[in-house]
């Protein structure tokens, strides 16, 4: 993907600032009279609220397609993507993000939506830049819902009652690690430590690279760092749960890559790691005050490690026979400014310079951090790199995942764990 400036990137409108049933309502497509579509996504309660308040709006305006909203939590949402890929019957319209769309599109999984453009879906004022976000081997294979960046998050009435500073952008990785043990020591709580046993986040890690000069993949596909950096990384976190820093193995491995499974909304931790979007998610489901900042950094004048992303992709199944009208709906989704108000910023800081200029009056202040953090970030990241390789998913839920959890629980040390990360990921991981 090509690099961009992230200062023009920002310029404008943007300066200024769940499982269940399935549920069936009818909707449509002037452009294709009785189709009916599928829709798939995974998220919290607040967010499937939010995507079906757009479908029920869309079917005012076009009442002859029918589409069949379908909200899967967590990794079930993988597995069952899985099934349908196998058995071809790939719902229409279904969610990605960015360490996943360019390994379901090079499976075959998404339809390519260059043809679409700019009829039905015009979103050319997103720019190229944006476009290109999205885009694998040369063709445009989803469309980002929102801008976000890595983040962490902080319960504000914790640290204010534990009388200890909150983290800011200039934190570093020593600073956390003391900050987190203090957290555990000024809290005294049983089940409640400072902060989450990192070592499981394969985002986390990728930032911490970055901070390093190197990478959780290469452009070619394999691993983008060695053994040695991942006993580095490894060696980092089990010394701060030695210090009882960080919640316990059975906590950490409970998490199921969902809001409602973090150890910050469950209770067990004061901080977070997360993307910048799921604020608006974290903040429905807690009762105190959160903050945003950046991930630990590593000082002395090193990258901060962050990037822009989409924070989420709409992509259109391969084995869709209603192509035409789920680009049709998606077009509504991402340019309708009464759908950016039903959408606000949950799903990410809109993409479409319209929409972003329609709600900013209308957010509210957990909403406005979000948008403000984005805009911290203008000076602070660097360029989007390439589409991660085919298996990264795999990669972070069965060799991330599982690798930190076995070295937490003691079945591996530091070396055998830095050891099977790699060797493991380079097997799976395939340009």
Known sequence: MKAFNRRSFLQGSLAAGAAGPALSFGTGSVR???????????????????????????????????????????????TKLSTQMAGRNISDIFQLEPGTISDYSRRG????????????????????KVLDLCKVDGKIHGIGLGLNSFSMFWDTAVFAKAG??????????????????????????????????????????DVWLRQRGKALFTAEGPLGFGVEDAKEWYAYWEDLRAKNGTVTPDVQSQEQNIIETNPLSRGNSAMGFTYSNQLVGYQAVMPNKLGITMVPQAGGGAPSGHYYRPALIWSIGATSKNGEAA?????????????????????????????????????????????????????????????????????????????????????????????????????????
């Open 32 to 78: 294709a009279a009785e189709a009916r579509l599928r829709m798939t996504w995974w998220g919290s309660q607040d967010r499937a609220k939010r995507t079906l308040g757009v479908a029920d709006l869309y079917k005012q305006k076009a009442p002859d397609v029918t589409i069949v909203g379908e909200p899967i939590s967590g990794d079930a949402y993988w």
């Open 109 to 128: 999984a998404t339809m390519p939506l260059d043809g679409f453009i700019p009829k039905p879906l015009n979103v050319e004022a997103f720019g190229t």
């Open 164 to 205: 200890l500073p909150a983290p800011t952008t200039e934190t570093t990785w020593a600073q956390f690690a003391e900050l987190s043990v203090e957290l555990t020591k000024a809290v005294g709580k049983d089940q409640f430590w400072g902060a989450p046993y990192g070592a499981r986040y394969a985002s986390v890690l």
């Open 327 to 431: 680009a049709a709906f998606i077009d509504f989704f991402v340019n309708d400014v009464e759908a950016g108000k039903i959408l606000g910023v949950e799903r990410g800081v809109p993409m479409s310079p319209k929409v972003r200029e329609a709600i900013l009056p209308q957010l509210n202040e957990t909403e406005r951090a979000s948008v403000d953090y984005v805009n911290l970030l203008a000076d602070k990241v660097s360029a989007y790199p390439p589409p991660v390789p085919k298996g990264s998913q795999e990669f972070d839920r069965n060799v991330v995942r599982r690798t930190s959890d076995e070295l937490a629980f003691g079945n591996l040390t530091i070396d055998q764990a830095a050891q099977q990360l790699v060797e493991q990921g380079n097997a799976i991981i395939k340009p």
